[in-house]
């Protein structure tokens, strides 16, 4: 398993996760919905990075199953 950020391509030596965060039901109907799940993944070289996915995998309403880097340990 492995990722690509800023072109340059991550190998996964371990993952944590998911940790699943739903949207905030008070703002509208559509967010509701939304679903991230979060990992904390640790590359070959021991960086750590925090990685989301949009959706649950199972209903496409919850999201499109996008990945994205939401920050580095």
Do not use: C, N
Not at 8 to 14: D, N
Not at 32 to 61: I, K, N, P, S, T
Request: avoid cysteine; charge should be neutral.
């Amino acid at each position: 398993v492995a990722f690509t950020w800023r072109r340059k391509r991550f190998r996964v030596h371990r993952a944590d996760g998911p940790e699943r965060i739903h949207g905030e039901w008070w703002r509208r109907d559509a967010e509701m919905l939304a679903v991230r799940d979060y990992f904390q993944v640790e590359d070959e070289d021991g960086r750590r990075f925090w990685l989301f996915r949009r959706g649950d995998g199972v209903d496409a309403e919850t999201g499109d199953l996008s990945w994205f880097l939401h920050g580095i340990f």
